[in-house]
């Protein structure tokens, strides 16, 4: 009996365990910061919330990417709470609290509730406290509200919210930098440091349509959507550089003054995007009297202005400390020319059209003035600004004019120049602090402590019973919400249909909408009324030889690829010797039928290179498994009712090469004349660049509205002679012409009247495709690089 019972309790704690760290906290209950198992998880296991470590000692409630323990979001960053006592409680009135040390409230949500409540985390990241959970969901307060650094997907940022960064990378409490809607509906990045604030993005000297801003729609949202695209009311938009690609992501704005974009590739936090590239640019960043460096390898680098020393090696936003004593007297005074340093912003004086000894006499005529700036307009005038501050102080090859600094007549010039200072870390580092909180222990006699164990056993296999039971309900009422929510693969997830199925979706295959070197692609309505293109892999292909095993791991590493640029795997069929894969039907057919039906103008022709371009960087550079694609043509490219392409039939040479390593017509099987490679011919080892060479030839071929294959009387005697063709033909007319007229001359005649537009797309398009076609595939750009290149267009084109 007793081993029974004791059994009982044992079943009956596992399962609370499991509740309590698998879904949600409900109403009267708690998360101790002593127990770390306390920790609610979203139900699709990318999310935890609970208690997080910052310094001895020192806990913050957070939500973290269970996987890194990335933190995105915090309940108490400036009031980290002690390791003993401290709880998250969910109240009987609704309200949810932090208390600290089982003392003092250091956060709470302030919501009230008659109803019972549940704090559950959402598979966005979102932590949501929801009333009355059964029946319906009404939210009393999310997490999603009150950002603290972070930005998840689908978060809004909206007028009443903005980003606070953190103060370095060590310490989470709220640091000097701003992401927030500005009065003129602007998204701006703000410095508010301890004396001064002032907005550095977009830059302050831009006018806002001069950045490319609007100011006319004050609803004010912005918002960062699943596959990397950012959108917000004042017209600023941007795609992260691995943009279509549903992977987790965050926005963030670091303690540098830096919004960036992070993607998780391979378990590593990448960086797809960035607002400022030029470090320097973000004010206060190194502090007051010293300047920034910038540079594109090494990064950014503080220094202190001569004569200046640095107040806290490890931390540069406090700045630097002049050696000196300046007095008021001018013939104590002199001035250090520093060449390519602007002091940005906080001028006491300006004045145009003035000399050099007007200006320099201002400055000594005021005590406080600690330097001038004398810069050329653009009239060819004389300005000056004197300063009594010098902040933003920043190493600019660009700009037109010097600052000189006021030092005093008697400084050595060994006091000058000697320097003290090390290499700034990027992100000055601090050493985590011990936190100092008082909290006594109340002592408690032996009899009343015997009591209240006894009460609260009693209480507690009660309370478990409860709980179990509440858990299940809840459990049930949260995978029913969680079938509605977001899912990272197809809907209808990746499926194994057995061939009698296929056979009656395809009417016995009867309706070929294609045929490549791998088989034969029919149209086919699948059960639930999807339609399906269903390719019949040829069984040389295959092969007879090879396992199920074999095929089902190759078939499965296809199916988890998931890009909008990228043709989506519905499943596949494996039965005796058939084998098929399923794939989702693009009604607008092939790029080959769309360029030889002439139904495609400039724009169009461009965004499927670019679209084409994202979905082969993808394949080559950001699966799991590196894959090439090697038979890249105009019919494996598919449009959708958008014109948006997706690249169809990458992987198979997967399915291939097992077979083929013995194979001695390696080459005949791959690629399709026309289209390859030199190496091919050469045997020469096959890399990426085969697919960067075929899809130059694409490009080139939608540029020019010529196919590879069909230039010429088309003696075919090599593969080589025949891709020549239409390359020798455009490099002919690259080499006659001068400037960029040349791609003019190459232009498929049929469309060329609407050109104008276009234009300098169209250049970049051909300047691109003549890299891709280099003989030496060493000189061929990677295809991130096309996009790159593709996406900012640049002005020297030609
Ligand atoms: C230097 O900065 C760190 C981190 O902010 C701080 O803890 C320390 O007290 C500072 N030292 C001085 C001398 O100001
Ligand atoms: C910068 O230098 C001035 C003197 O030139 C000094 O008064 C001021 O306190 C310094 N700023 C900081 C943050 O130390
Ligand atoms: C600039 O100053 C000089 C001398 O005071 C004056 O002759 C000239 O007209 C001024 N130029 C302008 C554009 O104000
Ligand atoms: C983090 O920085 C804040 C502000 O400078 C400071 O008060 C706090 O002690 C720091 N916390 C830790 C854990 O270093």
Known sequence: ????????????????????????????????????????????????????????NAYVFSVWFTQNRTVIWTANRDQPVNGKRSSLSLLKTGNLVLSDAGQ?????????????THLVLNNNGNLVLYENPIRGSKILWQSFDFPTDTLLPGQQLTRFTKLVSGRSETNQSSGFYRFLFDDNNILSLLYDGPDVSSKYWPSPWLLSWEAGRSTYNSSRIAVLDSIGGFSSTDKYNFTTSDYGALIQRRLKLD???????????????????????????????????????????????CLCLPGYRVKNHSDWSYGCEPKFQLSCDKNESTFFKLFDVELYGYDVVYVKNITFNDCKDDCLNDCDCKAFQYTMDQQGLFQCFTKRVMLNGHHSPSFEGATY????????????????????????????????????????????????WFAVSIGVVEVLLIFTIWCSLITKQNSSRNQQGYNFLSPFGFKRFTYSELKQATKGFTEEIGRGSGGIVYKGVLGDQRIAAIKKLNNNIVGAKQEEGEFLAEVSIIGRLNH?????????????????????????????????????????????????ARGLAYLHEECLEWILHCDIKPHNILLDSNYQPKVADFGLSKLQNRNDQNSKNFSVIRGTRGYMAPEWLFNLPVTSKVDVYSYGIV?????????????????????????????????EKRKKTTSCSWVEQILDAAIVSEYGVEKRKMETLAKVAMECVEEDRDARPTMSQVVEMLQSQEDDAC
């Open 255 to 301: 303690p540098d003054g830096n919004i960036r974009v992070y993607s998780l590739q391979n378990n590593l936090w990448k960086v797809t995007w960035q607002a400022i590239s030029d470090s320097c640019i973000v004010h206060g960043i190194c502090g007051a009297n010293s300047t920034c460096i910038y540079d594109p390898k090494e990064g950014r680098k």
């Open 1 to 56: 009996m007793a081993v029974s019972s004791i059994l009982y309790i044992l079943l009956l704690l596992s399962l609370s365990f499991r509740c309590s760290s698998s879904s949600s906290l409900n109403s009267g209950f708690s998360l101790s910061v002593e127990k770390p198992e306390d920790v609610i998880l979203s139900q699709n296991g990318v999310f935890s919330a609970g208690f997080y470590l910052v310094g001895e």
């Open 564 to 612: 909008m640029n990228l043709i989506e795997m519905w499943g596949y069929c494996a039965e005796g010797k058939h084998r098929l894969l399923v794939y989702e039907y693009m009604g607008k057919g092939s790029l080959a039928e769309n360029l030889k039906s002439n139904t495609l103008d400039w724009t169009k022709r461009y965004n499927i290179a670019l679209g084409t």
């Open 699 to 731: 490009v080139l071929e939608m540029i020019t509205g010529r196919s590879p294959t069909r230039m010429g009387t088309g003696t075919d005697e090599d593969e080589g002679a025949n891709n020549g063709r239409l390359l020798t033909w455009v490099r």
């Open 104 to 116: 003092f409230n250091v956060w709470s949500t302030g919501t009230v509730s008659s109803l019972p």
């Open 405 to 452: 600094l006021r030092l005093p007549r008697s400084l050595s010039s060994n006091v000058l120049f000697r320097e003290e200072e090390e290499p700034t870390q990027e992100n000055g580092n601090v050493c985590p602090v011990k936190l100092e909180r008082a909290y006594t222990k109340r002592h408690v006699s032996s009899f009343v402590k015997f009591f209240l």
